[in-house]
């Protein structure tokens, strides 16, 4: 029986461009993302009990690789101590987006 691919949008919030652009090289080399998109982005969060707010990437990675290999790898390259790397499956999307992501990170 045929497993069904799967697809994942993940989102991570990095410091700053240069930041942004060795995860992303790192973790494209590797293929372990299809594509990511880098947003500029105003986060204000609570943090040690103090609101904080701060100028940040956006990072927002399609991918079809194992998220869990993907997870680790930008554990390992990320500079915060508690780095956001949320993943949301896509369950829908254009059949050919969707196999080229799979053919660039599955």
Do not use: D
């Not at 554990?75 to 050919?96: A, D, I, Q, R, T």
Request: aromatic share 10%; glycine share 2%; hydrophobic share 40%.
């Amino acid at each position: 029986m045929r497993t069904r691919a799967r697809h994942w949008l993940v989102l991570v919030t990095v410091p700053n461009k240069k930041t942004a652009l060795r995860i992303t090289a790192a973790i494209l080399k590797e293929k372990l993302a299809a594509c990511v998109t880098a947003f500029s982005v105003t986060s204000q969060y609570r943090w040690k009990g103090n609101i904080e707010h701060a100028k940040e990437q956006q990072l927002l990675i399609k991918t079809s690789a194992p998220f869990e290999k993907l997870r680790k790898r930008i554990l390992e390259l990320h500079p915060y101590n508690v780095p956001e790397v949320l993943s949301f499956e896509v369950e829908k999307g254009f059949s050919n987006y969707l196999a080229w992501m799979q053919k660039e990170s599955g």
